[in-house]
């Protein structure tokens, strides 16, 4: 089930406070209930970070789940929500790859990025949405995005996006048996398999200083295990450390 919201501030936060309203009135939402848009006034991503689109000519679609899994097995739904996504856009550009943690990256470029949060109620995940934004038709990115592209970029043809949204969503409908913890090793071989930057020495910024160190897996939390130039393999979370891309 999809929903169109036009000319909103941004999907994820409609959805989060739809699917709270929801919740109190007794009525949950369906799983897999999507709101989508053709413009964010506000549109967000992780963290801080803001998500640019030109009206009409991206995927701006935020998605209702609930998972049963436990809070402390949270970043399962990120290894299914980022190899899914990769999956679906992989029949476009196969060259994509995941950029830890939530981010497809066509070389060296950014496609796409997603923005999950999660309501937690006791040890456990209440509910979860997941917010995802697509650059399809994008043709010019504001000077002050780094390194962006868009399916047209790469590709120079020109895409239906309700046709897209509806075959991502239908992506998300087969794959959605495999979001249990049954399925997290799987997840996890098809998340790594797939990662940006795996097994090769570039530069990072960690702890203000940039440091060249090697991606060499992700631990049970989703933290980025690097090596350091020492030797010695470190864990680190989202912010801890940020990746040096330089684009020409």
């Known amino acids: 089930m999809k929903h169109f919201g036009k000319d909103i501030p941004s999907t994820n936060s409609m959805l989060m406070q739809m699917a709270r309203e929801h919740r109190h009135n007794g009525a949950p939402l369906p799983d897999l209930y999507a709101l989508y848009t053709d413009f ?7 963290g801080t970070n803001t998500w640019h689109s030109t009206r009409g000519l991206n995927i701006l679609t935020s998605i209702y789940f609930e998972t ?11 290894l299914w929500f980022a190899t899914s996504t990769r999956r679906f856009l992989a029949k476009i550009v196969p060259d994509l790859l995941i950029k830890w943690p939530n981010d497809l990256y066509v070389h060296d470029r950014k496609l796409a990025g997603d ?8 040890n456990r995940l209440d509910f979860t949405v997941a917010g995802i934004g697509i650059n399809i038709n994008e043709e010019a990115f504001p000077s002050g995005i780094p390194n962006p592209t868009s399916l047209f970029l790469e590709t120079g043809r020109r895409y239906e996006v309700d046709t897209l949204l509806d075959e991502y969503l239908n992506v998300l409908q087969e794959r959605r048996p495999l979001l249990t913890l049954d399925h997290a090793q799987e997840l996890r071989d098809d ?17 203000g200083q940039q440091i060249t160190a090697i991606i060499r897996n992700i631990d049970r939390f989703g933290r980025l295990v690097l090596e350091l130039p020492e030797g010695k393999l470190e864990a680190f979370g989202f912010k801890e450390v940020g990746y040096v891309v330089n684009v020409e």
Do not use: K, M, W
């Open 115 to 122: 923005l999950t949060e999660h309501s937690v109620c006791g």
């Open 40 to 46: 964010q006034r506000a549109g967000r991503g992780a």
């Open 68 to 78: 049963g899994l436990a809070a402390a097995d949270q970043f399962v739904f990120n």
């Open 191 to 207: 998340y790594l398999a797939h990662l940006y930057r795996l097994n090769e020495p570039h530069p990072y910024i960690i702890g």
